[in-house]
């Protein structure tokens, strides 16, 4: 089921109800769904390959703090950090100004490679990748999925 982008997250605590919770397609929903928001966001930095790595190691460790509790929302919420971190990087790895498109968004600006993003990039990547092949992760979404949509 799609991201359901009506509810009105601001007021919602996702915690107490991960009924209300559909895991989306990609990054849907990572800036909205609380509390884990504003428990993420302060952490997830890709300005340099430094910066990323201690960023994503934080955000797997999140991950795994919300696995051992059980909390199936919140471990895919940090996934989508972990893939966002990824976007973002790759999006300014190929663009320095991180606009991908014209000023009319009608053509894609030729690419202007940087490595040290490409490398934050990487270094997301991989994070990214252990979150979402997790065992425990991917039977806890088909089982949210199933309950729940």
Do not use: C
Request: proline fraction near 5%; hydrophobic fraction near 35%; aromatic fraction near 14%.
């Amino acid at each position: 089921m799609a991201f359901d982008y009506n509810l009105d997250y601001a007021h919602l605590d996702l915690r107490a109800q991960p009924e209300l919770y559909r895991v989306g397609v990609g990054e849907q929903g990572v800036l909205l769904v609380e509390p884990y928001k504003s428990e993420l966001l302060p952490h997830w930095r890709f300005r340099t390959p430094d910066v990323a790595r201690v960023s994503s190691e934080k955000l797997y460790e999140l991950f795994l703090a919300y696995k051992a509790t059980d909390d199936f929302v919140g471990m895919d919420m940090a996934r989508k950090f972990l893939q966002m971190g990824f976007t973002r990087s790759r999006r300014y790895a190929n663009h320095r100004s991180g606009r991908k498109w014209n000023s009319e968004g009608t053509e894609v600006l030729p690419q202007e490679p940087d490595p040290v993003k490409a490398e934050s990039a990487a270094i997301f990547y991989q994070k990214y990748q252990q979150a979402k092949e997790d065992p425990e992760y991917l039977l806890m979404k088909r089982e949210h999925q199933k309950k729940y949509g």
